[in-house]
Every structure is written in C-alpha cells, then in structure tokens.
T-cell receptor, first 113, second 114 residues
Framework: GENVEQHPSTLSVQEGDSAVIKCTYSDSASNYFPWYKQELGKGPQLIIDIRSNVGEKKDQRIAVTLNKTAKHFSLHITETQPEDSAVYFCAAQEQGGSEKLVFGKGTKLTVNP | KAGVTQTPRYLIKTRGQQVTLSCSPISGHRSVSWYQQTPGQGLQFLFEYFSETQRNKGNFPGRFSGRQFSNSRSEMNVSTLELGDSALYLC?????????????FGPGTRLTVL
C-alpha cells in the first residue's frame, strides 16, 4: 500500500519568512495529493490540493509543487503570519481498489512574531 | 451549511469497557471516513462507509467496528478498550469516495482510557 513520509516534523520561522514542508510517497499510481491544516482543538481543514496532471498550484500565499518522477510534493507558504501556526498534514490517495487517503505524520509549524 | 458534527466531544472510559462514537456528515455527503489521531502516529485510517456499505478498512483489530445509516450518519464502536486506544477520533465526510475530492473533518472525539 501507499506510504507517505513528511519532513520536517517541526518547523519554526520568523513572521514574514517562507516555510516549506516536503512529502514523499511510494505508489507511483497515486494521483491526488491534498494538504490539511489543523489548528488546536479543531479537525484538519483542506488548504490546497493537487492532482498528478499538474506540476504546481497556487492560492494566494500558499503553493504546492509535485514531482511525479521523484514521487515527492511540497507545500510552500510565503510571507508567513502568526495565524499560520498549526500542524500541517500531507496525504496521498492510495490506488488499486482502496482509494483511501494515506496521511503523513504532520509538521508543527510555529511562526514567531 | 452545517459542518461535520461529532458527539460526544470528550469521553473517559476504563479498560475493558466499550464505547460508541457518532458522526453526522454534511448534508448530502454520502461518504464518512474515520481516523484515529495520536501524537506519534498521526492520522491513521480506520474505515470508510459509502451509502451504508463499508468501502475500505484500515489495519485495526476487529474491536474497532462501524456502521452507516440511511441518512449517512455513522457510528464507530470500540469494544474491550485498551489504554492504547486513547486518541482523538476524527470523522470526515465527502460527496463521493474519500479520495475523489475534499474531505471535511469534524472536530473529533477525545477518548481517554484509564
């Protein structure tokens, strides 16, 4: 089955700096890669997703890039703000009948004012 | 429109007991997935129900079970609780199957097993 590795597990940046979180996946057939943000006491919320027919997608300060050959995808947050502090999860859709989402173990991002 | 709701929000049980958690999906959503979230393991998939049928199942023992009703509401049950079952249990709903598009998560049920 699919395996997703996420790095780093913790990330601390200064307000205004950029933050990058990277994930690798094992199943070359996976074709859907969402990113979720989880704030304290809340469930994860989708912030951006990308499908395998696209190499990059942007939404204001957030962007995701996908390298299918290397089987990795990354989340980029520019001009970070304190409210970006949260745990971020990447995921990949498993193929081969299951089609469930397999999540990375999360990155705790802290943006220092 | 109302989001995904989970009840109860907090539960304290003792080893050996059983527990039932409830999830009400967003209106119109037919898929409900359940996840166990722990600090060391992240989000681990338990199972997914779509139109009252279990579509997928994760690698959890048979003590973990679930069902979905005709109105798409779902319950999960854990029998013979163990200390290691302490976790945040999240449910997520989506229009289609879990991997076909956005999943909307509820706030979770925090289960503590003493």
């Amino acid at each position: 089955g699919e395996n997703v590795e996420q790095h780093p597990s913790t990330l601390s940046v200064q307000e205004g700096d950029s933050a990058v979180i990277k994930c690798t996946y094992s199943d070359s057939a996976s074709n859907y890669f969402p990113w979720y943000k989880q704030e304290l006491g809340k469930g994860p919320q989708l912030i951006i997703d990308i499908r395998s027919n696209v190499g990059e997608k942007k939404d204001q300060r957030i962007a995701v890039t996908l390298n299918k050959t290397a089987k990795h995808f990354s989340l980029h947050i520019t001009e970070t703000q304190p409210e970006d502090s949260a745990v971020y999860f990447c995921a990949a859709q498993e193929q081969g009948g299951s089609e469930k989402l397999v999540f990375g173990k999360g990155t705790k991002l802290t943006v220092n004012p | 429109k109302a989001g995904v709701t989970q009840t109860p929000r907090y539960l304290i049980k003792t080893r050996g007991q059983q527990v039932t958690l409830s999830c009400s999906p967003i209106s119109g959503h037919r898929s409900v997935s359940w996840y166990q979230q722990t600090p060391g393991q992240g989000l681990q998939f338990l199972f997914e129900y779509f139109s009252e049928t279990q579509r997928n199942k994760g690698n959890f023992p048979g003590r973990f079970s679930g069902r979905q009703f005709s109105n798409s509401r779902s319950e999960m049950n854990v029998s013979t609780l163990e200390l290691g079952d302490s976790a945040l249990y999240l449910c997520a709903s989506s229009l289609g199957l879990a991997g076909s598009g956005e999943q909307f998560f509820g706030p979770g049920t925090r289960l503590t097993v003493l």
